[in-house]
T-cell receptor, first 115, second 111 residues
Framework: AAGVIQSPRHLIKEKRETATLKCYPI?????VYWYQQGPGQDPQFLIS???????DKGSIPDRFSAQQFSDYHSELNMSSLELGDSALYFC??????????????FGPGTRLTVL | KQEVTQIPAALSVPEGENLVLNCSFT??????LQWFRQDPGKGLTSLLL?????REQTSGRLNASLDKSSGRSTLYIAASQPGDSATYLC??????????FGQGTTLQVKP
């Protein structure tokens, strides 16, 4: 079965550079969630999209922006990177027919290292 | 603000033991509660999802219970195996669909 695809899987950037992470949801899933997991930390919700519109926003820095495109894939753009942005970034998708029953399927994550 | 807490933070048991992982949450207005497994440096694998109207779910050697009124969930692992060694995360889903995670319990099962 198709899973959530994230690219790239690993990314190394310098401070103050820009990074773009991509997420391709499971076919027919219209909702995408982004989470950030710092070293030794639990995943923290960043932002979510439903039918290409932002549906919720968490602790996402102003330096980050995201969008969902017409084919439902999503991109997380991160500018002016800081050392503290080094983390594992997960994307999850859901069909969102019923929040109480539809689990989120997580991608393998993108490991971002900021030097 | 919803907060999720997991106890213990780490657990080491000999192979074959039955064990219980605990999760508590402060706001009972949840849509569901999920238990995930995470291997070091890897992604999240959903183990069990308990809807807010349910009391428990079972999958193989895993059984998860939910007491919404007291804000607690437990994950019971029967006959633990070394392959069960991983970090177990519980997460509650809010009315917007976002998941709020606990800090996880790191389990080591020794052969």
């Amino acid at each position: 079965a198709a899973g959530v695809i994230q690219s790239p899987r690993h990314l190394i950037k310098e401070k103050r550079e820009t990074a773009t992470l991509k997420c391709y949801p499971i076919p027919r899933h219209d909702t995408v969630y982004w989470y950030q997991q710092g070293p030794g930390q639990d995943p923290q919700f960043l932002i979510s999209f439903y039918e290409k519109m932002q549906s919720d926003k968490g602790s996402i820095p102003d330096r980050f922006s995201a969008q969902q495109f017409s084919d439902y894939h999503s991109e997380l753009n991160m500018s002016s990177l800081e050392l503290g942005d080094s983390a594992l970034y997960f994307c999850a998708s859901s069909p969102r027919r019923d929040l109480s029953t539809d689990t989120q399927y997580f991608g393998p994550g993108t490991r971002l290292t900021v030097l | 603000k919803q907060e999720v807490t997991q106890i213990p933070a780490a657990l080491s048991v000999p192979e074959g033991e039955n064990l219980v992982l605990n999760c508590s949450f402060t706001d009972s207005a949840i849509y569901n509660l999920q238990w995930f497994r995470q291997d070091p440096g890897k992604g999240l694998t959903s183990l069990l999802l308990i809807q807010s109207s349910q009391r428990e779910q079972t999958s193989g050697r895993l059984n998860a219970s939910l007491d919404k009124s007291s804000g607690r969930s437990t994950l019971y692992i029967a006959a633990s195996q070394p392959g069960d060694s991983a970090t177990y995360l519980c997460a509650v889903e809010t009315n917007t669909g976002k998941l709020i995670f606990g800090q996880g319990t790191t389990l080591q099962v020794k052969p």
